[in-house]
């Protein structure tokens, strides 16, 4: 008797447990973010405003906005690539702030041609400047199912993760001249669009717009951060994301997706740096 009891009341904390962790940061595609472009092409699938799809046609693409801005925070989403041929097609999702002196914190995935490998393209740019680009081919096929693609943006470092996988960590190096985003509050944002030009190796691939639309999915938006209101921002209390690190395996977890997947690093571009890389990446 009493040990059965115990076990139960053992499950119902477990299961107590579980819940909260699932749901306190679950976000809601009604609630937290506003289709802003796209003309219909953006649209929210259920409810409960858990999945959300974004289309590309000839005339146009989409995209949604976050409600809220935010001066640090951690923003994570599930997404389902355009399948097939998706050449010319780019699908994001970011932190920005707006101005001529923006900052911005970048997931971009350029699509391929069918049966060749997505680019996951990643930057940081801080006040206007970007330039620090890392691209990632990714361990598995992007448009077959959801995969959770997660920044971490803190006053130490901005952690790019992949299904919890780091892959990218930028730090604040301050302390030797280099600008770290830390005064703009940024929104978050994700569209689809056509960059026929940029993203298949300088327009080598044409946008094949006979399977237009092109459509991408986005599942459990998950962000939450430091809010921006009236000019300052206010942290949730005990978050972990503030004051997360790369510890030991972390960092081996970095070198070893990088070492395997990394497909360009501007901190080994001599032909684009002749005077030498950036000093951030020395
Ligand atoms: C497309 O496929 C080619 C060849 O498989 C690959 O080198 C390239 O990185 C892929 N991605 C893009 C965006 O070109």
Redesign the pocket.
């Known amino acids: 008797m009493k040990s059965s009891c115990g076990t139960k009341f053992a499950f119902l904390v477990l299961f107590l447990f579980a819940a909260q962790s699932v749901c306190v940061y679950a976000g809601s595609f009604h609630k937290d973010v506003q289709i802003h472009w796209g003309d219909g092409r953006g649209k929210v699938l259920d409810n409960e405003g858990r999945l959300l799809s974004l289309s590309l046609d000839k005339s146009s693409g989409s995209g949604f906005q976050s409600n809220q801005e935010f001066l640090y925070g951690r923003a994570e989403v599930q997404m389902k690539l355009v399948p097939g041929n998706s050449a010319g097609t780019v699908t994001t999702f970011y932190l920005k702030s707006p101005g001529t002196t923006w900052d911005e914190i970048d997931f971009e995935f350029?699509?391929?041609?069918t049966g060749?490998?997505?680019?996951l393209h990643t930057n940081v740019y801080t006040k206007g400047s970007g330039d620090k680009e890392q691209q990632f081919?990714l361990w598995f096929d992007p448009t077959a199912g959801f995969h959770s693609y997660c920044i971490t943006w803190n006053p130490q470092r901005i952690i790019f993760t992949v299904d919890d996988i780091p892959i990218r960590e930028f730090k604040n190096s301050e302390s030797i001249g280099i600008p770290f985003p830390k005064n703009q509050p940024m929104r978050l944002y994700a569209s689809l669009w056509e960059a026929e030009h940029w993203?298949?190796?300088g327009g080598?691939?044409k946008t094949d717009w006979t399977k237009a639309p092109f459509t991408a999915f986005y599942r459990n938006y998950n962000v939450e951060g430091c809010v921006w209101a009236n000019g300052r921002s206010s942290c949730p209390a005990n978050s972990a994301w503030f004051t997360k690190t790369l510890d030991k395996a972390g960092m081996d977890e970095v070198k070893r997706v990088q070492g395997k997947y990394m497909?360009y690093n501007y901190c080994t571009d001599k032909k684009r740096f002749p005077q030498g890389v950036p000093s951030v990446c020395t």
């Open positions: 350029l699509g391929n041609l060749h490998p997505y680019i081919h993203a298949t190796r080598l691939e497909v």
